[in-house]
């Protein structure tokens, strides 16, 4: 009899997802589960069911930009997929951004959207992207108080109205680069109350949103972050036409295809300024704490896909006699990227909790002072371990891994961009020290590390200590490279952050260890827990690295 290999196959990832489902367990009031429960059952059963059949049958669908029309007017439109265009829907009629906004779970508002949207995100083609933009540019909006552009742009970029939501783009980089925006390049020329815009935006991944939120520097103002203003863009006029752009091609690349990624060309693009005419990488903030958010809670939910295939394959695929799922070696593989993912996850939603808690005025000293920190640092390790669940879930398929059209290799292709978007792993690193430099503490981090861990089961007394023990040293390595100057501190500064990323993971595991225990389903957080700290945590290095850096690279 021949034989064929059976594809895996996904159920309601709701139902499936028992991590979710614990932490929900433990940080939802019950009538706040019980509301919202219904809506997260939904969602999961839409994200590994019809929405995920579509995926795979339209994996290689790609946008198309339709620069003229048959009478030779230039149109820039640009035309999605069919799932991009189920997704729109769907996201204004769950209220995957509204419901953040809505606030009817209080500061728990954004645990409730962000657990419909790592449900979700494996299954729509990334439209996770300019939906994080959209997020960001509401609350970017809100916090500037401009109050004519808030009642322009910001109902609608909360729509549940599919035919009214808006989306929204985030145009910042430039031919000149993506992380330095402070050599921004785009001139911004009065017109009457409004600006006119000129100058090429180097990658805008939703071109096809009605909005978007820009940087430009005002004629005469001085070079430099602090010349450049920030500026709220309407991509097309009333009658339809576009709005001084020029859309002039879409980006070829590696992952993230269904994305509308295009070079653009502003010419003459009336816009108006959100906050003043300076400051404006300052004014972005807010924007940028959602987006990095956005892009951790979508690691996660990238790593979490990978794994549920890989785990589910393992079960269907015989091999040497048995399936995979009873040999001890895969087995061990797939245990160890599940305890990355754990950590990743709680580490992910540690940072959303503090988000909502911030939005709605309840956050305090310190945790405003740890949600500072960890808005880098969740970014920035969750990335990096998103690329490394996936090649090591690729694997676990074998050739079949890396074939097309069994949708694998987009996972990987697709978490590639995530150390890259809302700020490179170096860049955040960086961001990291600025936020140090103020305070010149890790303080809130070890307070929190403290928190997680104390009163943990005994079993887990050497993992709660490596915990601790890394954040020390953290602060020791911190305190004396900073004598060496700013140099010897930079060299160092992505091990500091992928340790302290690591060693919070750690202790959020611990601590849902503690807390299952009185429900006695403490085994796989416990178990999490001990073969994540096997992995490694503390990545510092005592001695100066920098020196032998030069001469590898000479």
């Not at 139902?15 to 940080?27: A, E, F």
């Not at 924007?287 to 394959?313: E, F, H, P």
């Amino acid at each position: 009899m021949a034989f064929f290999q059976t594809p895996p196959e996904l159920g309601n990832q709701y139902v499936g997802d028992d991590v979710l489902r614990r932490y929900l367990r433990h940080t939802l009031p019950p009538d706040v589960l019980t509301r919202v429960e219904p809506e997260l059952l939904d969602v999961g059963e839409l994200s590994g069911g019809e929405l995920y059949r579509e995926l795979l049958m339209g994996y290689a669908g790609e946008p198309e930009l339709i620069q003229w029309d048959p009478w030779g007017k230039r149109v820039d439109r640009i035309e999605v997929t069919a799932l991009w265009q189920k997704a729109a829907k769907i996201t204004a009629e769950k209220g995957l951004i509204g419901t953040a906004y809505e606030r009817k779970s209080g500061a728990l508002s954004r645990l409730h959207q962000f657990a419909m949207i790592y449900l979700i995100d494996g299954s729509w083609g990334v439209y996770s992207c300019p939906l994080a933009m959209t997020d960001g540019a509401a609350r970017t909006l809100i916090a500037s108080k401009n109050q004519g552009l808030i009642d322009r742009a910001v109902p609608r970029l909360t729509s549940r109205d599919p035919g009214s939501a808006w989306t929204s783009g985030q145009w910042m980089t430039e031919r000149t680069g993506g992380s330095d925006v402070a050599i921004c390049e785009t001139v911004a020329r009065p017109d009457g109350d409004a600006y006119r815009l000129y100058g090429t935006k180097w990658f805008s991944s939703a071109t096809t949103s009605q909005m978007a939120l820009t940087l430009g520097r005002p004629e005469g103002n001085p070079p430099g972050g602090s010349g450049l203003a920030l500026f709220y863009v309407e991509v097309r006029n009333a009658d339809g036409s576009m709005n001084g752009i020029e859309v002039n091609r879409l980006k070829d690349k590696l992952g993230t295809r269904m994305v509308p990624t295009a070079e653009l060309t502003l010419d003459g693009a009336k816009a108006i300024p959100v906050i003043g005419l300076r400051d404006g990488i300052k004014n972005i903030t807010p924007m940028l704490t959602i987006t990095r958010t956005w892009n951790a809670v979508c690691a996660v939910s990238g790593m979490r896909r990978a794994i549920a295939l890989a785990k589910d394959y393992a079960t269907r695929r015989i091999a040497f006699g048995a399936p995979l799922a009873q040999k001890s070696l895969h087995i061990d593989t797939l245990a160890t990227i599940e305890a990355e993912y754990q950590g990743a996850f709680h580490l992910a939603f540690r940072a959303v909790e503090l988000l909502g808690k911030d939005e709605a005025g309840e956050i305090n000293e310190h945790e405003a002072a740890l949600l500072r920190l960890m808005t880098p640092i969740v970014k920035l390790t969750t990335a990096k371990q998103a690329v490394a669940i996936a090649s090591e879930s690729l694997e676990a398929f074998g050739g079949a891994g890396y074939i097309e059209d069994t949708g694998l290799p987009r996972l990987l292709r697709d978490a590639q961009v995530l150390p890259i978007w809302e700020g490179t792993t170096n860049v955040l690193s960086l961001d990291l020290l600025r936020a140090l430099s103020k305070t010149g503490t890790l303080e809130p981090i070890a307070r929190e590390i403290h928190g997680c861990v104390q009163g943990a089961d005994p079993t887990l007394k050497a993992e709660a200590e490596l915990a601790m023990r890394t954040v020390e040293h953290a602060q020791a390595w911190l305190m004396k490279t900073m004598e060496g100057g700013p140099t010897a501190v930079e060299a160092g500064a992505r091990r500091l952050a992928l340790s302290l990323g690591r060693a919070l993971e750690l202790a959020l595991l611990i601590r849902e260890a503690t807390r299952s225990k009185k429900f006695d389903d403490d085994a796989k957080p416990a178990a999490a827990a001990r073969r994540f700290a096997r992995a490694g945590v503390d990545l510092i290095v005592d001695e100066s690295l920098d020196a032998d850096a030069r001469i590898l690279l000479g």
